[in-house]
């Protein structure tokens, strides 16, 4: 799930050696998004849910700022339409997709700044009226979580913030941190939903799901 604005590093090497296990909701997707739809599954990864996209008939793009990871991709999954986009803006004009998928990817980008350029981004690619389907990791009860914040506090000056022993940096969410970030960005939430899913290193978390709609008056940038 990189994006431009992670350390490159980890999601070139380490990283893109990862099995991603955050599912897709088909039930919360379908009841929202029609199939047929044009979606962009942005920080797609290696394209494990663009493929599954494709599958399910929506017009699926990929896009993820890891060459290893998009190479990846493209062995591995020769169907889905993967790009590998470095930067921001993604080269695509405003209002060309139906909807967009943001899964785990803000945990891996820890930075505020970073996580609201990607938002107004999608805002722009959005359509009016169109939906954000926003997946994530909000902060965490269970000890170990609780003692993994602790310990990298001081390293990170921030709470929810830890790295792991390979290299990555993730970022766990205070919710209505996720939401105001969506708010801002012109997007209403029309559906909330919790479960628990696995992690990357083999451990499990509560997750949010928040399925947002842009405003149908807000086109070409947010309200």
Do not use: N
Request: net charge negative; proline share 8%.
């Amino acid at each position: 799930m990189a994006t431009s604005r992670e350390v490159p590093g980890f999601w070139e090497t380490a990283g893109a050696t990862k099995t991603f296990t955050h599912p897709l909701d088909r039930d919360l997707l379908t009841a929202h998004v029609p199939r047929g739809a044009r979606v962009l599954d942005y920080g797609c990864g290696y394209g494990r849910l663009t493929g599954e996209l494709d599958l399910l008939g929506y017009r699926a793009r990929g896009v993820d700022s890891s060459s290893a990871l998009i190479e990846r991709g493209r062995r591995e999954r020769p169907a889905p339409d993967l790009t590998h986009c470095p930067d921001l803006p993604l080269p695509f004009e405003a209002g060309s997709f139906d909807a967009a998928l943001l899964f785990a990817v803000l945990t891996c980008v820890p930075q505020d700044v970073a996580q609201r350029e990607i938002l107004r981004e999608l805002a722009r690619l959005v359509r009016p009226g169109g939906v954000l389907y926003l997946s994530d990791v909000p902060l965490q009860s269970d000890p170990h979580h609780l003692r993994r914040y602790a310990e990298h506090a001081p390293e990170h000056g921030e709470h929810g913030v830890f790295s792991t022993p390979d290299g990555g940096v993730f970022r766990h969410h205070e919710p209505d941190h996720l939401r105001t970030l969506l708010q801002d960005s012109g997007f209403t939430v029309d559906e909330e939903r919790t479960d628990t899913v696995g992690t990357l290193d083999g451990h499990t978390v509560e997750r949010l799901q928040l399925l947002a709609r842009r405003s149908p008056a807000a086109a070409g940038g947010p309200a």
